[in-house]
């Protein structure tokens, strides 16, 4: 629901222009006792954003209690300290103040934008909720309703269902094959122990990464990150996830649904975000079927053959394993032809490589499309956390041109040979498709 501070906020930064990626400095800011963060200034606009993150997300969720960091995260801002749900949530509108936690497979995320004249209010909710979150039994149970209400309207979306059964078909026997937001059932299973718990264990300074955008000093920011972050604990309780392969092996599986159309997700292993591979690799996805029309997968399937209104694929990588994956919706009469072209283009790439114009094109268009994505202060800040996160070092911003223009048509060769095998290509198909 759009409440007023997103009102007020939507309106502040749409009126504001974001920094060009040219101009965009990275400072490490370290505190007094030594909470670090990363801080690109824009004293130009009276606006702050912060995007934090714990390394440990959904997939260190006990069993049994799927969906428990996701559902942390619904209710750190449903009171905390002295303010119950009600006077908290009072404070942040009354100020316009944006706050939030969500989860994701391997990291647990918050955002914070405030106004400058908000600011040491704004992080002191921030501290509470981090550290002294209340978990109230009917705030609680209102969270529970509300994700409970959520999951019945997914699991009647064939593209959830289908998402959900292609993560069980890859990762079978690992919590990267569980949802990330639970089921029915683990959500009823959660006790107000349960939250209590995550939240001691798991909100350690030593998980913690932190990125700061906006009308804010390095002198400013040092004294804050130790009032926000310092009665954290300094070290998180110690977790194990297993690295895992994708179980991508050629077959293709059917979800039978009554539905007109099928959706159908595919995938095989893709590689992690350090591999040496990962550029040559960025820029033959684009090519295969990230560039929306311009790929070929869209080209084969929708322009030429009028299959499916829609095809893609994406480089997925995380913590503990990679897919490089895709998905499209048809008729269930064409879905037999659609599933054929992908893994004709799929064999196509990896025979043939790519053209000198289609290499050049998706150059262009990946390091010419980049400063767009930086349209709020609050995009950069989630870009910083991303750089931070994924080790990718101060000077990225200025590096990744270069590295997206030194690509061969050699390397995407090489690389889509690594990657792009045809035969143990796997499909999960959720629908009532002819002929399969």
Request: charged share 20%.
């Amino acid at each position: 629901m759009m409440t007023l501070r997103h009102i007020l906020l939507t309106a502040v930064v749409c009126a504001l222009p974001a920094l060009p990626a040219a101009a965009l400095t990275i400072e490490p800011v370290t505190s007094p006792n030594g909470i670090e963060a990363w801080l690109v200034q824009d004293h130009a606009n009276p606006i702050i954003a912060l995007t934090l993150g714990f390394k440990g997300g959904a997939a260190i969720d006990p069993p049994g209690k799927t969906g428990l960091a996701e559902m942390v995260g619904g209710l750190l801002d449903e009171g905390a300290g002295d303010l119950d749900s009600q006077a908290f949530h009072g404070k942040l509108e009354n100020l316009a103040i944006s706050f939030g936690y969500s989860a994701e497979s391997d990291n647990f995320e918050g955002h914070l934008k405030t106004v400058t004249a908000n600011r040491d209010t704004a992080f002191d909710l921030l501290r509470l909720s981090l550290t002294q979150p209340r978990f109230d039994a009917d705030a609680v149970d209102r969270v529970r309703g509300q994700i409970q209400a959520i999951l019945a309207g997914e699991l009647q979306n064939p593209g959830v269902v289908a998402r959900r059964a292609f993560a069980r078909a890859m990762y079978p026997d690992h919590p990267y094959g569980l949802p990330v937001d639970g089921t029915p059932e683990s959500i009823d299973a959660i006790t107000v122990e349960d939250l209590k718990a995550w939240v001691a264990a798991h909100l350690g300074r030593d998980r913690l990464t932190i990125s700061v955008v906006g009308d804010i000093t390095p002198a400013e920011l040092g004294p804050l990150l130790d009032r926000t972050f310092g009665g954290l604990p300094e070290k998180a309780a110690p977790f194990s996830v297993a690295d895992v392969a994708p179980q991508a092996n050629g077959k293709v599986e059917v979800v039978h649904r009554s539905i007109p159309q099928s959706v159908v997700m595919f995938g095989e292993p893709g590689l992690k975000r350090d591999d040496p591979d990962w550029y040559a690799a960025y820029v033959m996805n684009y090519i295969l079927g990230g560039g929306g029309f311009s790929s070929r997968l869209t080209t084969e399937v929708r322009v030429k053959r009028g299959l499916a209104y829609g095809v893609s694929s994406y480089l997925l990588p995380r913590d503990h394993s990679a897919l490089l994956a895709g998905s499209v919706a048809t008729r269930n009469d064409r879905v037999k032809d659609s599933l054929q072209v992908i893994r004709d283009e799929w064999r196509r790439m990896a025979e043939g490589g790519v053209t000198p114009q289609e290499l050049a094109d998706a150059k262009t268009y990946l390091t010419g499309s980049f400063p767009l994505q930086l349209e709020s202060t609050e995009a950069i800040a989630g870009l910083l956390q991303v750089v931070q996160v994924e080790k990718l070092g101060l000077d990225y911003l200025d590096r990744r041109k270069a590295l997206i223009d030194k690509v061969t048509a050699a390397d995407v060769r090489r690389v889509a040979r690594r990657l792009l095998d045809a035969d143990h290509l796997s499909f999960v198909v959720l629908g009532d498709p002819q002929g399969l």
